[in-house]
């Protein structure tokens, strides 16, 4: 038994080889004769059964190379499926879960105790990210040093008033004592106002609960006011944003769903379209719901939106349709025991794992829908 099985993988393997690899010495190494051969054999003995490609495109595959390459059939059955609208999207931040800290006038970046945030730091609501050290000019700050030496004097002065009211308290009307005070309270006022424009630093907060997607600055650079200095985004509440050509169906919608370049499913769900279009087209936001995977602001997706008007139609797995030599979309079918047969096939992607075929087969028939690869590489 065991040796029957070592000859059977050794054939299998050997199937599997290019023909032109096999070419040798200028002979004829056709696939014609071999697949004519291969099909006048059938049923073959059970001593020499190998896989082969038949003459009219057809695979001879034996039962023990069906387990061996792991193919796997599924019966076709025709039913109503709903239309679907494949869109590309991109992952966006959700703008009410993030957002820019940046510099609301001119100054220099000044980091906090533990230095400048670190991409993907985890911050919370209003942290201090870092402070922002005004810069004022020669003149300005002249005329600030002047404007502050004023007040100075009238502040001197509204002391020595609200002092002397305050020994002639009885004999001086009520209001003019409570007129000196508050002029002495405006002044102090005044004074803090200018002082600290001239010292203070401004801190730099985050707008809101996430990580450090992007840090612009670095300590001691000097900054434009409404420049950007940070950016915070959540990761656990991001949207996908695709654009849609079809205005009409999109006001239509089922359900909608997503896959990410790297076979990552997502379940989305609707969140707001625009009404203007952009690269004539309108964009339409989708939240993607919990859990999900981990995801980067700017990937690709797939999106896939299913209407709900249905048409007649055959799904089956993403991995059973294949693209032949000219670009058609193929199935293979199984239509005996040990043979298999390519069938051009018009299908559509239905979501992110299957896709509905509209035409070419009519129901009940065996479709692979595993290992169709291993099934295209027989000759």
Do not use: C
Request: no cysteine.
């Amino acid at each position: 038994m065991r040796k029957n099985t070592f000859l059977h993988a050794l054939a299998l393997a050997a199937a599997l080889v290019p023909a032109a690899a096999m070419a040798h010495g200028g002979e004829d190494h056709g696939e014609e004769k071999p697949a004519a051969a291969a099909t006048n054999a059938l049923p073959t003995p059970a001593g020499n059964e190998a896989p082969a490609r038949l003459a009219d495109g057809s695979v001879f595959l034996p039962k023990a190379s069906q387990n061996l390459l792991g193919i796997r059939t599924a019966q076709a059955q025709v039913g109503q499926v709903s239309q679907t609208l494949e869109l590309k999207g991109h992952v966006r931040a959700d703008p009410s879960a993030g957002g820019q800290v940046q510099a609301t006038q001119m100054g220099r970046i000044v980091g906090t105790r533990a230095g400048l945030p670190a991409l993907g730091q985890a911050v919370r609501a209003g942290e201090v990210l870092a402070w922002l050290e005004p810069v004022t000019g020669g003149v300005e700050l002249a005329n600030q040093r002047a404007q502050l030496a004023q007040i100075d004097s009238q502040l001197l002065l509204a002391e020595r008033r609200v002092a002397r009211y305050a020994q002639l308290e009885g004999t001086v009307p009520q209001k003019e004592i409570e007129a000196a005070r508050a002029e002495l309270q405006a002044l102090k006022q005044q004074k803090a106002a200018i002082g600290g424009g001239l010292s203070n630093r401004l801190p730099l907060k985050a707008p809101a609960a996430g990580v450090v997607s992007k840090v612009a600055v670095v300590a001691g650079q000097v900054v434009e006011a409404r420049q950007t200095a940070f950016e915070i985004v959540d990761p656990q509440r991001l949207i996908v944003e695709a654009l849609a050509y079809d205005a009409r169906t999109i006001g239509d919608i089922a359900s909608v769903s997503g896959s990410t370049a790297s076979g990552d499913k997502l379940k989305l769900a609707l969140l707001g379209r625009g009404v203007e279009l952009r690269e004539q087209a309108l964009p339409v936001q989708l939240r993607i719901a919990p859990p999900h995977p981990v995801l980067a602001v700017g990937e690709p997706v797939n999106v896939f939106v299913q209407l709900k008007q249905e048409r007649k139609g055959v799904v089956v797995p993403v991995s059973a349709v294949t693209r032949g030599a000219s670009g058609e979309q193929t199935v293979w079918l199984h239509t005996a025991a040990e043979r298999f047969a390519p069938k051009k096939v018009q299908a559509q992607s239905l979501d992110a794992g299957h896709m509905v075929v509209t035409a070419g087969l009519a129901g009940a028939e065996r479709v692979v829908v595993q290992g169709v690869a291993s099934l295209a590489q027989v000759r």
